[in-house]
Every structure is written in C-alpha cells, then in structure tokens.
C-alpha cells in the first residue's frame, strides 16, 4: 500500500477517526504506534513513520498504545473493495485460517506457493502471513485475558499460539507488558457472564445507520437462528471448533458483542463474522459521497447516513436462502425456511400445518448454542433431509440439494476468502441458480460492495420510486455513476420500495 505522508499526517493532526485501521502510525522517539485518531499530542514529523498494518509496525519493535488502542481499531474497507489475492488473503486470516491450518493451508486456499504469498503480503502490508496472523493473535489474548478468568496457559492455546512461551514473549513484545500486568491494569472490568461468555466492542467507521441493519435482520430472522429483540439481533453461529451463539446492541461508536462459545479458539473467527456480518470495516462517509453526487439519491443519503449492506456469518446459510427467496416474497420464503429447519429438528419446532405458524421449542440437538439460538444447516444436514421436508416445488428442492452437494464435494466454495468471480461462476453452472441469485450472494455472503440488482422487483420499484429508470437494462447504464458501491445503492433502492 502506497503512503502519502503529507495526507496521512493531517489525518494524524486532525485526529480524523475515519482513517483508523486505513493506516497506522509509528512514533520512533516513544517506540509506540497508534491509530490516527489518538488523543494524545500530536507528534512532532521527524518521528512519524507510518504504517499499512499493525504486524507491520510491529515488526519494526514498536508497541501498541495502551491509550487508543490500534489493535482495536476498525479493520481497513480495502479488503471489501478489493477481490485480489491480498483482499482474499487478508479476510480468510482475519477468519483464523492461519492458526487452523498454517501458512500452507492460507497457501494451498489461494492456490500460490508460501513463497509467493509472502512475497506479496510483505509488498502490501509490511509483514508476512505469520507476522499478520501473530498480531492477531496478539489482540485475541488481550481480549481473552482482560475479559475473563482463564489461565495464561488456556489463554495461550485459545488465542492459537503454540506454547506458552511463544504467547508470553508475544505479549510482552507487542503491548511492552506481561500478561499477568495487562490482567491487573483491566481487573475491574471482567464480565462474570459464565464460562465461554465473553463482552467485547466492536467499532466501525461512524456513521451507522443501526436501524436500518435492524429492520433488515426483523423481517427475516428465522425461529431458533436469529432474532431481533429489544434492539439487540442475537443469532446463532456455527464455527470452526464448535458452535456459538451472538448478541449484538449497535451503540455510540461501536457495537457491543456478547459472544457465547463453546471453545475459544472460535474468538477470532467469531468476531470476523460479526464484523463482516455488520459490515462493520466499510468507509460510509466514501460511499455517502459517491452516492450523494447523484441528486436522485442525495435525499436518502442525506436523511439514512450510514446505511451498510447486510452480510452473513455462513456463506452456505445465506446460499439456501437466496434459493429459497427466488421469486416469493420475503414472508413465504421466511414461511418455507421455518419448515426446512422443522424437518430437521421436529423438537424444537411446533409447526401448525394449518396455517404455517410456527413456535420455537428448546433446542438441544448437536447445533445448538450456548444460549438457545443455533447456526443454520450444515450442507449435510440439509442433504439428510427427506422430500416432505422442503415444502417446496421439486424443481427448488433439486436446486437447495444440487447447491449442498456442489458445497460438500467442494465444487462450490463459500468461505469468506473465496475468490468472487469464480464462486459466481460456479453458482451459475449449478441446475436452478441464475444471475439474480448469484449477484445476491456476491453482495452478501462474499462481500462484494459493487453488485446491482437490477432485476430485482423491489429494487425496480425503488428505482422508479426516485424517479431512476426502472428497466434492468437502463438502470444497470445509470448505475455506472454509482461504481464502486452499487451495492449501497441497492440497499438505498430497497429502501426506497
């Protein structure tokens, strides 16, 4: 990533909040590094030296700052934007890919020698994969240790590190303090919610439309995987080593998390999830600009600041339910996904089959979270399923099955790094999958902040709601001005309808 010291240090002066996690800031005469927005006095300019990543401040023996807290900060909206190697990258070690499987497992999901893949990394971000996923790590052990009552040796191999060891000189290295220090500084403000229950806060780039995400989850949570209540959306979440379960409360300049595992090594890959799922990392103040330029849209933008695109925690999840809502409304695809889950589980889901209505039982099957909420199905679990327990045309049925085969024999990839043009083709190659449903899931599961809907009905309502044109072929023309964040705009017309 290319620097402009001039811009970046009167980002530092202003203390502008809105570059934090874009860069970091290296303070040579102190031997810290800190976000832009640090309150403290500003550096003098011979002692700046800046950064693209905290590994990469690191690396050159700063420490975090114990005052605003970069490790902290919002991750950098370039890893949405960009669909390369270095975006892909940097999303799957966010998802804890590198303490799962090493570098050659990173290696092997991009399809580039460990060699190159350092190559390219320490280019764009100062350090290696190792180096970005030990910063991490880092940052995992810090939450774990301010936030609960484990051991340092449980802390250690929770937050993916190799022994204790390794996680005391990480540590001491990265935040200039002994792990035991860093527990009595923070020792009043544990959360006593029970084991495996941790509360953290997640920040975000202001401002944040919170209600709009809200509403968006409401009308289509699902019984016994998420809901909205009190405004907190809670859901359950199927993780790497186990399962878990979510509660997250947007406030003032961040959201607050109460996350529920059970096995803490899934901290770091949890927490991914919820960011991604929140869009959390975007830059909205960039993609108000761009979309406030177009006087149809101006209004919105102006009276909804913030609006974000709802992610997804389970790329597979999220799959089924695109398939599921292909040409029905939201509320009898909600109706149809209620009874997918009840053939599943017939304990945990009362269905009236006069009416469709459903009440959620306790759930206690081998999905279940810590709390009472679960993820979705698993591709096998749906595979499992008989023919009465779709409650769909045959046609839809065969899609949902070809989609989970396609899925387990590892012909479609859904994970969070996949590469987006090929995920989408091999969608479309699938029996019953068209570009309405592949464009859907580039915009939510794979993150793609430039996908237009354009024949999508509601999206065309919206369209001529603000007087745009309202034909796909007209419409996707006029949208050009809206590049890279069509996806935004989609939101906005959804909205709109």
């Known amino acids: ?251 003032a300049g961040h959201v607050a998390a109460t996350l529920r595992l059970t096995d803490l090594r899934d901290l770091a890959p949890a927490v991914a999830r919820c960011r991604r799922l929140l869009d959390l990392d975007a830059d909205p103040a960039a993609i108000d600009a761009t979309l406030a330029a177009d006087p149809a849209l101006a209004p919105a933008v102006a009276a909804e600041p913030g609006i974000r695109v709802p992610r997804a925690v389970d790329g597979f999840e999220m799959a089924v339910r695109a398939v599921i809502g292909q040409q029905v409304s939201v509320a009898a695809a909600q109706k149809t996904l209620t009874r997918l889950l009840a053939a599943h589980d017939p304990v945990d889901h009362e269905v009236d089959e006069a009416n469709g209505d459903q009440t959620p039982g306790q759930p206690h099957d081998q999905r279940g979270g810590a709390g009472g909420l679960r993820g979705f199905l698993s591709a096998d679990e749906v595979l499992s399923l008989p023919d009465s327990g779709f409650g769909m045309p045959v046609g839809r049925r065969e899609t949902v099955r070809g989609l989970a085969r396609a899925v387990v024999d590892g012909s479609v990839d859904l994970a969070p790094g996949v590469d987006r043009e090929a995920a989408v083709r091999g969608l479309l190659a699938l029996p019953g999958i068209g570009p309405w449903t592949a464009n859907y899931l580039a915009m939510r599961a794979f993150g793609d902040p430039d996908v237009l809907l354009s024949t999508d009905l509601a999206v065309r309502r919206g369209a001529a709601a603000l007087g745009l044109p309202d034909k796909p072929t007209t419409l996707d023309g006029y949208a050009d001005r809206w590049r890279p964040w069509r996806s935004y705009a989609t939101m906005r017309l959804w909205r709109a309808a």
């Open 1 to 251: 990533m290319e620097l402009d010291f001039d811009r970046c240090y009167r980002a530092v002066d202003s203390r502008d909040q809105r570059f934090d996690g874009w860069f970091y800031t290296g303070v040579t005469s102190t031997g810290i590094y800190c976000r832009p927005s640090c309150p403290a006095i500003t550096p003098k300019r011979q002692n700046v030296r800046f950064f693209p990543s905290a590994a990469a401040a690191q690396g050159v023996g700063l420490r975090a700052c114990r005052r605003c807290r970069p490790d902290a900060a919002p991750g950098s909206p370039l890893w949405d934007v960009r669909a390369d190697v270095v975006g892909r990258a940097m999303r799957l070690i966010a998802d804890g890919v590198v303490d799962r499987d090493g570098v050659p497992g990173l290696a092997s999901r991009l399809g580039y020698t460990e060699r190159h893949l350092h190559r390219m990394l320490s280019a764009e971000m100062g350090a290696g994969p190792l180096a970005l996923a030990r910063a991490q790590r880092a940052q995992t052990a810090r939450i774990l240790i301010e936030t609960t009552d484990l051991g340092m040796a449980e802390i250690a191999f929770a937050a993916g590190f190799g022994s204790v060891r390794q996680f005391n000189d990480t540590l001491r290295e990265v935040y200039a303090s002994a792990p035991s220090d860093l527990r009595t500084a923070r020792g009043g403000q544990r959360t006593p919610a029970g084991a495996g229950t941790l509360a953290l806060k997640l920040a975000y780039r202001p401002p944040l439309h919170a209600k709009a995400l809200l509403d968006f989850f409401a009308t289509r949570a699902l019984p016994g995987v998420d809901e909205v209540r009190d405004g907190t959306y809670r859901r359950g979440l199927r993780l790497p080593h186990g399962t878990g379960e979510v509660a997250l409360t947007p406030a």
